[in-house]
């Protein structure tokens, strides 16, 4: 008992008190700044080991963006990755980040459908599927569960049965011997229900897009409630994110 | 002499490697395993050459540094000799043969499709359709389990057979995370590309798969290291272990509802991953390791404060295993549970951190060492019981190891060199060549073949997990269905690694 007590003691309050103001340590690739500064753009293109980035004007596709660093390290004049982790939208041209805008990334509240806040406002029970994930967005949904981040404050949970579920949450690049299990998961949960997608990969197939492996029909057939973009999704993105989309006043 | 011998990273030219008749081949691979407990195989792959299927087997041995390596021409169409039925360690690798290009076996024990690639041999055989075994009985009763599970984990199907509460049989099927990463691995032209796709093979082992594909295209482009390159990817790599070992101890107490221990470790893994993104910008190492570069030198700083983290880490570390192993409750449900025997390891060619805890020394960072190990005169630690309090101790004593490594590392920090990039365009041509690196999990090998512009024939990876599975399944036989998830855990095999 004395034991235990100490180890309590030590480990101190480890909880994050505020998870929309937190500051992230060290060096962290979030949203980016495109400055207006001319470079060679075909060059700069070259440099993104995913396509993510188009010219005249530049921009960068978060929805496809590795978070890699190449073209930063490569043009540090032109792009910078700020600290700012909240670059979750429901809006897929909302992830388009392009040269000289410094605007944080935002849910569009016109497009929140109305019975998500009434009704998953201060619950939410997600059912994770992971279609081709690589486990690194998968071990960053369990962090967002853990002691520090500690999600489930917000009544934010991942459930085991699709049926205990009010949406589900996609990691990977949805690979065609998951796309059955993915449809069946969905179908088994009920209506009215959520679809997020975690990750570069489950946004636009990331480094597999143009793998043969793959099978992304179920994205042609359902509309997407928020995209939360990362190679891994930081657990506060994902936090910020779900907050963002579920909160009754914005 | 029907075999060539290399040493891990040593790039030969792929006609240097003699072809032999099948016959010859199975009795040369079989027979070296056989004579010896230490060595064991760690690829055996196909590709195609023409209308045949040129089949290439890697032989390593833990006491002499060396890998024996040897070919044969092979067709489909009559059936061959299996090696599985002489040694089962090839048991998955003639499996993976047989799907991907249609070579059959007269007498293989087990012949079933592993991850019903896209590119498979017979589109006919379908995920939904796995032939699992069965046991035709009234007594008995058959659980299924996935593939999507319970938890946030990755996918694949768990089929038990249980007397009551006993599990008799389970059976794994995997296959679900097959994202083709071998044939993109050939498509995508760019080194950056192929660095990228490298760290996505498993999100767990950023690390480990990335300097194995570091040191592959190195040793393909004839590329010597500086110290600085293999200084950081070292750190790197035992940094990796010391955060999932810890995370891997918080999920082995969730598992047995010990609330204390899965907060305490779960919450000291993150001091862990917050260094690396201090240092590199991501939790998981993401963006990190890249051929022939140091994008994150270490410096004095940096060090200090990596120091200043393991110096807060290692008390409360301590601390927390020292009430865990006072714990009778907690040490009930770990001994003797779970056992995999010295004899069914050496069996089935278990490799790494499973090995260890099963009395066997294999560890790529002492057998066929690289990086910075030879000067770190790495001894593995080695467990003799196979249960799941062997591989929690495993992971325990490891986790001090690292730090210590770490630390003797940290003494002289060596000077940044200038990166020469432009060497590693051009890879040379017609080679082949092996890289083995000691992950978190085990032994992770990476194989390439090069063509007669330097371009990359063919790439094969294979992850400890491909060889571990099949330890998991072993594990379980005779025990409650119930201590399936510490038995799991205690392993954290992965999925991505294994589909590919």
Not at chain 2, 323 to 334: I, M
Not at chain 2, 472 to 487: K, M, T, Y
């Amino acid at each position: 008992m004395y034991n235990n007590l100490k180890i309590l003691y030590h480990q101190g309050k480890q909880f994050i008190p505020d998870v929309t103001t937190a500051k992230v340590p060290g060096i962290f690739r979030g949203r980016p700044v495109i400055s207006l500064v001319k470079v060679d753009e075909s060059r700069l293109q070259a440099t993104c080991p995913t396509h993510a980035i188009s010219a005249n004007p530049v921009s960068i596709d978060l929805g496809k963006c590795t978070f890699c660093g190449e073209c930063a390290m490569a043009f540090p004049d032109k792009i910078q990755f700020t600290t700012d982790y909240k670059i979750s939208t429901n809006e897929r041209e909302g992830l388009i980040v392009k040269e000289g805008d410094d605007q944080p990334i935002a849910i569009n509240p016109e497009k929140v459908r109305k019975e998500i806040h009434s009704l998953f406002g201060r619950s939410l029970k997600l059912r994770q599927v992971s279609a081709g994930g690589d486990n690194s967005c998968e071990w960053e949904l369990n962090a967002a569960n853990n002691v520090q981040f500690d999600m489930g404050r917000f009544g934010i949970e991942f459930v085991a049965s699709p049926r205990h579920a009010d949406g589900i949450v996609i990691t990977g690049p949805i690979t065609e011997n998951m796309a059955e299990p993915l449809q069946i998961c969905y179908d088994a949960t009920p209506d009215p229900k959520l679809i997020v997608l975690v990750g570069t990969d489950a946004i636009s197939g990331g480094l597999f897009s143009g793998s043969p492996a793959l099978n992304r029909s179920f994205l042609d057939r359902y509309p997407v409630d928020l995209y939360i973009p990362g190679n891994p999704a930081h657990p506060l993105t994902v936090i910020n994110g779900l907050l963002d989309l579920t909160r009754r006043s914005f | 002499m029907h075999y060539l011998t290399i040493k891990n990273n040593q790039p030969v030219l792929v006609k240097e490697i003699p072809v032999v008749s099948y016959m010859a081949f199975l009795i040369l691979n079989t027979g070296m395993v056989s004579e010896s407990t230490a060595r064991h195989c760690v690829n055996y792959f196909g590709y195609k050459e023409g209308n045949a299927i040129k089949l290439i087997c890697c032989i390593a041995d833990d006491t002499d540094h060396q890998i024996y390596v040897s070919s044969c021409l092979v067709e489909t169409g009559n059936p061959y000799h299996s090696f599985s039925a002489k040694q089962l360690c090839f048991e998955k690798f003639e499996r993976e043969i047989h799907e991907n290009f249609g070579i059959d076996y007269s007498d293989h024990p087990w012949l079933k499709p592993v991850r019903f690639s896209h590119d498979r041999f017979d589109k006919n055989k379908e995920i939904a359709g796995y032939p699992f075994y069965s046991i035709d009985s009234e007594e008995l009763h058959e659980v299924g389990v996935g593939p999507i599970h319970a938890g946030v984990i990755e996918p694949g199907h768990f089929r038990f057979i249980c007397n009551g509460e006993q599990i008799l049989h389970l059976e794994i099927q995997l296959g679900y995370q097959h994202r083709g990463i071998e044939k993109l691995f050939l498509d995508v032209k760019s080194l950056k590309e192929k660095a990228t796709l490298s760290e996505n093979i498993a999100g767990d082992t950023v690390v480990g798969h990335a300097t194995a594909f570091a040191h592959t295209w190195e040793s393909l482009c004839n590329f010597q290291t500086t110290p600085d390159i293999d200084f950081s990817r070292t750190i790197a790599l035992e940094l990796e272990r010391i955060a999932i070992h810890t995370g891997d101890l918080s999920a082995l107490c969730t598992d047995i509802a010990y609330q204390l221990g899965s907060a305490v470790f779960g919450r000291l893994r993150t001091p862990i991953v917050n260094f690396m993104q201090e240092w590199c910008g991501n939790r998981l190492s993401k963006g990190f390791i890249r051929p022939g570069l140091n994008r994150f030198p270490v410096t004095r700083e940096l060090a200090d404060r990596l120091l200043e983290v393991l110096d807060t880490f290692e008390p409360d570390f301590t601390e927390m295993n020292v009430e865990l192993s006072n714990l009778p409750s907690a040490l009930s449900r770990f001994e003797r549970t779970g056992v995999v025997s010295t004899e069914d390891a050496i069996t089935i060619g278990v490799v790494g951190m499973a090995a260890r805890s099963s009395g066997l020394k294999r560890d790529v960072r002492n057998s066929h060492p690289y990086s910075m190990y030879p000067r770190l005169n790495h001894e593995p630690v080695v467990k003799h019981h196979g249960d799941v309090y062997s591989r929690v101790q495993i992971r325990r004593e490891e986790v001090f190891q690292s730090i210590k490594h770490i630390r003797e590392l940290l003494k002289e920090i060596p000077e940044v060199s200038p990166s020469e990039r432009d060497n590693l365009l051009n890879p040379g041509t017609n080679l082949f060549t092996l890289s083995l690196v000691e992950g978190w999990r085990g032994e992770i090998c990476h194989a390439a073949i090069t063509g007669p512009e330097g371009e990359l024939l063919h790439y094969k990876i294979k992850d400890p997990s491909f060889h571990n599975w099949m330890a998991l399944a072993l594990a379980v036989r005779n025990n409650e269905i119930s201590d399936f998830p510490i038995c799991n855990k205690s392993f954290n095999l992965s999925y991505c690694g294994h589909d590919l």
